[in-house]
């Protein structure tokens, strides 16, 4: 008989240790709380297919979701392309993709300019050999960037990302994205949208004999191992746990929550509204927006990448909010209605005919904003004396969280498994931490946005 494993929750993170454990001989239980498999990659229905609640895309270096989709026959399924960046700030759209773009940017002045690609070309080597865990964002990028570039368009625009407390996170976090990010970059998108993904775990889990459970939300976690979806039990050697910390805390039994790590990482969540446009917007992938009015954030045009979905173009418009935020609060009409305003309002062509529908979507737990040094500070993936396994955005630091980084995580977590059952060895590729070294290789994954 093999090891029993109940692995919670069915994102990427969740669905990616399942599949590895159910074919390495695992009998694993999968319980997602939501209808859906496919966490913040879950789907809305539209016409007669499906479509991403949330903006998605593959980056060329996500080598561990890469591999994935290579064991379930889809790696060559994923189609590239260049993808370009506008910027729009008070209002008015500028491209942001070449050197010319940048010495034609006027919300800087010709010299902020010419220090913004200089030291941007340079930021990587910068990095290299200091202790950017340490050392606040902020910072690192005024005193490199400047007062007037710092105020008027880094804080505002990567600030959106953590909010208020953007400026705190450590420097590592933001030198790991741009490191790996251009302007003008590669993207992919899978033919047939990520749940085709979803789909190809869920049937791998399957047909190695796993069980996967929808609409299974866990109500209780014990420190034997054993879990509750309300009074059915489930019983297992080993537990992987890939729900957000504060969410497993809730659920956990009074013996084991004192066994849990004490790290308490506030969140950002999200407000996501997507747009079934008549007509296409600027073309870019992405186009950060600054000081023009508008609630959200940016605007992210799926279309330039995916190519329309039915005769319509996709368009995400999103802030990064605390779940506590009035805006996460608001009804979803309000907020329909005013962004709706505000995005016709800000490209000059688009018109209210345009806009066919607008659907909003929320997620509460999306990234952990990561205090100073966090690189010491991240919870371990064993808890201790108990069966129970981590595999949390909590863990993923510095990557930028994202399928890639969750892939990874599940990896590792895997790896874990197979040493407890088979022994140390057993695995290749065992070694998994060490991240120091990673990053100033420059490893780890860029995203979102
Ligand atoms: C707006 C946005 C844009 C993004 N863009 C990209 C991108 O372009 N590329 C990229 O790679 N990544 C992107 N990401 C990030 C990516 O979606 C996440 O990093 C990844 O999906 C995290 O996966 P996960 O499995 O770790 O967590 P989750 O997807 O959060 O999965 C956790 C699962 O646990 C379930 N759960 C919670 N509580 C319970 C319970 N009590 N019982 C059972 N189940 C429970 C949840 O329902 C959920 O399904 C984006 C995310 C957002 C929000």
């Given at each position: 008989m093999g090891t029993r494993v109940t692995v919670l929750g069915g994102g990427?993170?969740?669905?990616?240790?399942?599949?590895?454990?159910?074919?390495?001989?695992?009998?694993?239980?999968?319980?997602?709380?939501?209808?859906?498999?496919?966490?913040?990659?879950?789907?809305?229905?539209?016409?007669?297919?499906?479509?991403?609640?949330f903006y998605h895309c593959v980056m060329p270096t996500d080598d561990d979701l890469l591999a994935l989709l290579g064991e379930v026959g889809l790696r060559e399924s994923v189609a590239w392309r260049r993808t370009s960046m506008g910027m729009v700030v008070g209002g008015r759209h500028h491209p942001f993709n070449s050197a010319l773009d940048l010495l034609r940017f006027t919300p800087l002045r010709l010299r902020d300019r010419v220090r913004f690609g200089a030291v941007s070309l340079l930021l990587r080597r910068l990095g290299r050999g200091r202790d950017l865990d340490r050392l606040r964002t902020?910072?690192?990028?005024?005193?490199?960037?400047?007062?007037?570039?710092?105020?008027?368009?880094?804080?505002p625009m990567f600030g959106s990302k953590f909010g208020a407390a953007f400026g705190d996170v450590p420097a590592l976090y933001l030198w790991q994205r741009l490191g790996r990010e251009s302007n003008v970059s590669v993207r992919g998108y899978p033919a047939g949208g990520y749940r085709t993904i979803i789909d190809a775990l869920r049937r791998s889990i399957e047909d190695a004999g796993g069980v996967v459970r929808t609409s299974s939300?866990?109500?209780?976690?014990?420190?034997?191992?054993?879990?509750?979806?309300?009074?059915?039990?489930?019983?297992?050697?080993?537990?992987?746990?890939?729900?957000?910390l504060p969410a497993l805390r809730s659920i956990a039994d009074?013996?084991?929550?004192?066994?849990?790590?004490?790290?308490?990482?506030?969140?950002?969540?999200?407000?996501?509204?997507?747009?079934?446009?008549?007509?296409?917007?600027?073309?870019?992938?992405?186009?950060?927006?600054?000081?023009?009015?508008?609630?959200?954030?940016?605007?992210i045009e799926m279309s330039a990448l995916a190519g329309p979905f039915h005769g319509r173009h996709l368009v995400y418009v999103m802030k990064y909010t605390d779940r506590e935020s009035a805006l996460y609060r608001e009804d979803d009409a309000r907020v329909t209605a005013r962004w709706t305003k505000q995005l016709v309002g800000l490209y000059p062509d688009l018109t209210s005919a345009d806009v066919e529908e607008v659907r909003l979507f929320k997620a509460p737990f999306v990234e952990p904003v990561y205090p100073l040094g966090y690189l010491e500070h991240r919870p371990p993936l064993e808890v201790a004396g108990t069966p129970l396994l981590l595999a949390t955005t909590a863990h993923v630091y510095p990557s930028v969280t994202s399928w890639n980084s969750s892939v990874g995580l599940a990896n590792r977590v895997v790896a874990l498994l197979d040493d407890a059952v088979r022994g140390p060895g057993s695995h290749e590729g065992g070694q998994v931490e060490g991240a120091t070294d990673q990053v100033l290789q420059g490893g780890g994954d860029p995203h979102r946005g």
């Amino acid at each position: 008989m093999g090891t029993r494993v109940t692995v919670l929750g069915g994102g990427i993170c969740g669905l990616a240790a399942a599949h590895r454990l159910a074919r390495s001989g695992a009998e694993v239980t999968l319980l997602e709380g939501g209808d859906q498999l496919g966490g913040l990659g879950t789907f809305t229905p539209w016409r007669d297919g499906w479509v991403e609640r949330f903006y998605h895309c593959v980056m060329p270096t996500d080598d561990d979701l890469l591999a994935l989709l290579g064991e379930v026959g889809l790696r060559e399924s994923v189609a590239w392309r260049r993808t370009s960046m506008g910027m729009v700030v008070g209002g008015r759209h500028h491209p942001f993709n070449s050197a010319l773009d940048l010495l034609r940017f006027t919300p800087l002045r010709l010299r902020d300019r010419v220090r913004f690609g200089a030291v941007s070309l340079l930021l990587r080597r910068l990095g290299r050999g200091r202790d950017l865990d340490r050392l606040r964002t902020e910072d690192w990028l005024r005193g490199l960037y400047g007062d007037r570039v710092w105020d008027s368009l880094l804080a505002p625009m990567f600030g959106s990302k953590f909010g208020a407390a953007f400026g705190d996170v450590p420097a590592l976090y933001l030198w790991q994205r741009l490191g790996r990010e251009s302007n003008v970059s590669v993207r992919g998108y899978p033919a047939g949208g990520y749940r085709t993904i979803i789909d190809a775990l869920r049937r791998s889990i399957e047909d190695a004999g796993g069980v996967v459970r929808t609409s299974s939300p866990v109500t209780r976690v014990r420190g034997d191992g054993s879990v509750l979806v309300s009074d059915e039990v489930f019983e297992a050697d080993r537990v992987v746990s890939t729900l957000p910390l504060p969410a497993l805390r809730s659920i956990a039994d009074p013996a084991l929550a004192p066994l849990l790590p004490d790290v308490r990482l506030a969140y950002q969540g999200v407000v996501n509204a997507l747009f079934f446009l008549r007509r296409p917007l600027s073309g870019h992938y992405w186009a950060p927006v600054v000081r023009s009015g508008t609630d959200f954030d940016g605007v992210i045009e799926m279309s330039a990448l995916a190519g329309p979905f039915h005769g319509r173009h996709l368009v995400y418009v999103m802030k990064y909010t605390d779940r506590e935020s009035a805006l996460y609060r608001e009804d979803d009409a309000r907020v329909t209605a005013r962004w709706t305003k505000q995005l016709v309002g800000l490209y000059p062509d688009l018109t209210s005919a345009d806009v066919e529908e607008v659907r909003l979507f929320k997620a509460p737990f999306v990234e952990p904003v990561y205090p100073l040094g966090y690189l010491e500070h991240r919870p371990p993936l064993e808890v201790a004396g108990t069966p129970l396994l981590l595999a949390t955005t909590a863990h993923v630091y510095p990557s930028v969280t994202s399928w890639n980084s969750s892939v990874g995580l599940a990896n590792r977590v895997v790896a874990l498994l197979d040493d407890a059952v088979r022994g140390p060895g057993s695995h290749e590729g065992g070694q998994v931490e060490g991240a120091t070294d990673q990053v100033l290789q420059g490893g780890g994954d860029p995203h979102r946005g």
